[in-house]
């Protein structure tokens, strides 16, 4: 087989129908276009959206929201899901493996937010002060 060969298959493609070729061919005379208006003219049209100058709607309803460019490249974690990265040194690589960040996340900041209980070493990551105050009094340590 080749691309050349490749056909539709059988009854899947309809063939197109000819306007203006006499009322026994079914499209005769106005060609489906109905009498009269814009739209039975050659050329006429009307922009997206347009309401024959009444506002449109696009511009009647409220603007709302803001997405954030940035977010998914930063992400947060809480003291207490330190537990859940499994290792005793903590670093990027090692949260996105935990699935506490996403995966295109280039920038972590630990918060101070439930408890530590036990000793992790903090490394490439930032740290607030409440946070970096918890984990040493853990017996756990900062490094930059």
Request: no cysteine; charged share 25%; hydrophobic share 35%.
């Amino acid at each position: 087989m080749k691309l050349n060969d490749i056909r539709p298959a059988a009854g899947s493609r309809k063939p197109g129908k000819r306007m203006g070729r006499g009322h026994s061919a079914g499209q005769g005379k106005t060609s489906g276009r109905g009498v009269k208006g814009q739209h039975a003219r050659s050329g006429g049209y009307h922009k997206v959206g347009f309401e024959g100058g009444q506002m449109p709607l696009q511009r009647r309803l409220p603007k709302v929201g803001f997405t954030s460019p940035t977010r998914d490249r930063q992400a947060e974690v809480r003291l207490h899901e330190l537990a859940l990265a499994g290792t005793d040194t903590v670093d990027l690589a090692a949260l996105k493996a935990a699935g506490l960040v996403p995966q295109r996340a280039d920038r972590v900041k630990i918060i101070a937010s439930g408890k530590i209980e036990r000793a992790v070493t903090i490394k490439g990551v930032k740290v607030t002060a409440g946070a970096r105050a918890a984990i040493e009094a853990a017996g756990g340590s900062v490094e930059a």
